[in-house]
């Protein structure tokens, strides 16, 4: 499986950005799609994430600011970044799975990132 993401940028506190993410290969058996960050000198998070049968999850970080979605029938997903502060200035990761609800150990398969820059 492989998979490409793109939409990430330079973009003011306050601002959106959309990432998307399109996989490719051997998708048959994927269920879930999400999106992972990294910032400098932190640890990686788990942004959000999108089953098959369309159950969302999110980190507390950035709910009621960001949503997730996806397209089934060509394995894309979305993350709609609105509200942006600096602090989601990070390094995004797309990420699939065969689970359902995948533990970080559990998502197989992960896009070369994204950076997401948000300036104060």
């Known amino acids: 499986v492989q998979l490409q993401a793109s939409g990430g940028g330079l973009v003011q506190a306050g601002g959106s950005l959309r990432l998307s993410c399109a996989a490719s290969?051997?998708?048959?058996?994927?269920?879930?799609m999400g999106w992972y960050r990294q910032a400098p000198e932190k640890q990686r998070e788990r942004v959000a994430y999108?089953?098959?049968?369309?159950?969302?999850n999110y980190a507390d970080s950035v709910k009621g600011r960001f949503t997730i979605s996806r397209v089934n029938a060509n394995y894309t997903v979305y993350l709609q970044m609105n509200s942006l502060k600096p602090e989601d200035t990070a390094v995004y990761y797309c990420?699939?799975?065969?689970?359902?609800?995948?533990?970080?150990?559990?998502?197989?398969?992960w896009g070369q990132g994204t950076l997401v820059t948000v300036s104060s």
């Open positions: 999108i089953t098959n049968r369309g159950k969302t």
């Open positions: 290969g051997s998708i048959g058996s994927i269920n879930s």
């Open positions: 990420v699939a799975s065969d689970y359902e609800r995948p533990a970080i150990y559990e998502w197989e398969f």
